[in-house]
T-cell receptor, first 111, second 114 residues
Framework: DQVTQSPEALRLQEGESSSLNCSYTVSGLRGLFWYRQDPGKGPEFLFTLYSAGEEKEKERLKATLTKKESFLHITAPKPEDSATYLCAVQALGDSSYKLIFGSGTRLLVRP | NAGVTQTPKFRVLKTGQSMTLLCAQDMNHEYMYWYRQDPGMGLRLIHYSVGEGTTAKGEVPDGYNVSRLKKQNFLLGLESAAPSQTSVYFC?????????????FGPGTRLTVL
């Protein structure tokens, strides 16, 4: 089971929309989670997606899910959106209690 | 509600010293977790608990022990600290229902082992 996030770092100008990618390989997916982490703080929950085709939105963020990957779309970002975005998957079966995390994408939005 | 709290926030140890990190949650969650976060490696699971009195090993358990004597508390112990254990440690908790809940994280403990 593996989770890979890309890019590792992303610099955007305020208002410049973009997407973050999370690709995963698990035997069966129970759920995919997106978290936001600010420097010196713990991760903060954003979204959970459970099945391919599902979408969730929150302010300027929109998460989508396919059978192999998830995207976090950021529309017209603001400097306060600067943070590290973490993706995690919860697999079916014996390991369903745990989350497998990617290493994150560091987003910097310049004014 | 305070959510998930961790004590202490920072700590510096010498090699060979021992210490205990405390995690407390006031959300009546069944599941609790300890992670470490290192640059470029993401969050790695050390130990977890699915209920009071139970513990289980995660991905990187060596050098750590845990206890869950009370539902609201999850303790992480380092018996003989090593420089490789320098990291940021996060505790998390989750309501019991599979698939329909997410993990709430604490603010972290930054540990340096000299």
């Amino acid at each position: 089971d593996q989770v890979t996030q890309s890019p590792e770092a992303l610099r955007l100008q305020e208002g410049e929309s973009s997407s973050l990618n999370c690709s995963y390989t698990v035997s069966g997916l129970r759920g995919l989670f997106w978290y936001r982490q600010d420097p010196g703080k713990g991760p903060e929950f954003l979204f959970t997606l459970y099945s391919a085709g599902e979408e969730k939105e929150k302010e300027r963020l929109k998460a989508t899910l396919t059978k192999k990957e998830s995207f976090l779309h950021i529309t017209a970002p603001k400097p306060e959106d600067s943070a590290t975005y973490l993706c995690a998957v919860q697999a079916l079966g014996d390991s369903s209690y745990k989350l497998i995390f990617g290493s994150g994408t560091r987003l910097l939005v310049r004014p | 509600n305070a959510g998930v709290t961790q004590t202490p926030k920072f700590r510096v140890l010498k090699t060979g010293q021992s210490m205990t990190l405390l995690c407390a949650q006031d959300m009546n969650h069944e599941y609790m977790y300890w992670y470490r976060q290192d640059p470029g490696m993401g969050l790695r699971l050390i130990h977890y608990s699915v209920g009071e009195g139970t513990t289980a090993k995660g991905e990187v358990p060596d050098g750590y022990n845990v206890s869950r004597l009370k539902k609201q508390n999850f303790l992480l112990g380092l018996e003989s600290a090593a420089p490789s254990q320098t990291s940021v440690y996060f505790c998390a908790s989750r309501y019991g229902a599979l698939g329909q809940s997410w993990q709430f994280f604490g603010p972290g403990t930054r540990l340096t082992v000299l």
